[in-house]
């Protein structure tokens, strides 16, 4: 079992609608979760992180973590076609170790 | 303020010769990390290293990989002998844990393709 698990799509869904991004992680030593985005050809940039349960927002992006189910995800409200990229989760565990899942597709529908 | 720096950009070699990869991290950044990324595997974590010192190569291959960081501003991930299913894009990526949070920076990767 992977450390962290994404469902790797690709998920489809038109513009102006809201993108849902599921993540689950195994390591329950887990401290602090990031979802970084990624265009093709291009390095991994920061999107937002989340360390507390509950909800943090971030203009059109709301990250939502539950360490109970040990379950992170990523709403993208109002989707444009430049939010089409790869969507990564990653967690952290003891000594800052990063552990990424291997991405969800997203593609935006003009 | 630079990025982290890899090089090179591309590396095409042909199987069992050395590559050598290079980064350099962001200034003040005392974590480095070192990734290889394929479709069939996604963002693989190899190294990574605080304070100059690994502290984690549980996700190095094997011994045909090995990386070093002589001092706070470079470091190397050498592949001897290189082999086909070596090809990928490795990324190094730095930060600060405390200041930046744990969010990582990457740099632009290195692409190599071993025939």
């Known amino acids: 079992q992977k450390e962290v698990e994404q469902n790797s799509g690709p998920l489809s869904v038109p513009e102006g609608a809201i993108a849902s991004l599921n993540c689950t992680y195994s390591d329950r030593g887990s401290q602090s979760f990031f979802w970084y985005r990624q265009y093709s050809g291009k390095s991994p940039e920061l999107i937002m992180f989340i360390y507390s349960n509950g909800d943090k927002e971030d203009g059109r992006f709301t990250a939502q973590l539950n360490k109970a189910s040990q379950y992170v995800s990523l709403l993208i409200r109002d989707s444009q076609p430049s939010d089409s990229a790869t969507y990564l989760c990653?967690?952290?565990?003891?000594?800052?170790?990063?552990?990424f899942g291997a991405g969800t597709r997203l593609f935006v529908k003009a | 303020d630079a990025g982290v720096i890899q090089s090179p950009r591309h590396e095409v070699t042909e199987m069992g010769q050395e590559v050598t990869l290079r980064c350099k991290p962001i200034s003040g950044h005392n974590s480095l990390f070192w990734y290889r990324q394929t479709m069939m595997r996604g963002l693989e974590l190899l190294i990574y290293f605080n304070n100059n010192v690994p502290i984690d190569d549980s996700g190095m291959p094997e011994d045909r990989f090995s990386a070093k960081m002589p001092n706070a501003s470079f470091s190397t991930l050498k592949i001897q002998p290189s082999e086909p299913r070596d090809s990928a894009v490795y990324f190094c990526?730095?930060?600060?844990?405390?200041?930046?949070?744990?969010?990582?920076?990457f740099g632009e990767g290195s692409r190599l393709t071993v025939l």
């Open positions: 990526a730095s930060t600060h844990p405390i200041a930046n949070t744990g969010e990582l920076f």
């Open positions: 990653a967690a952290t565990t003891g000594g800052f170790k990063t552990i």
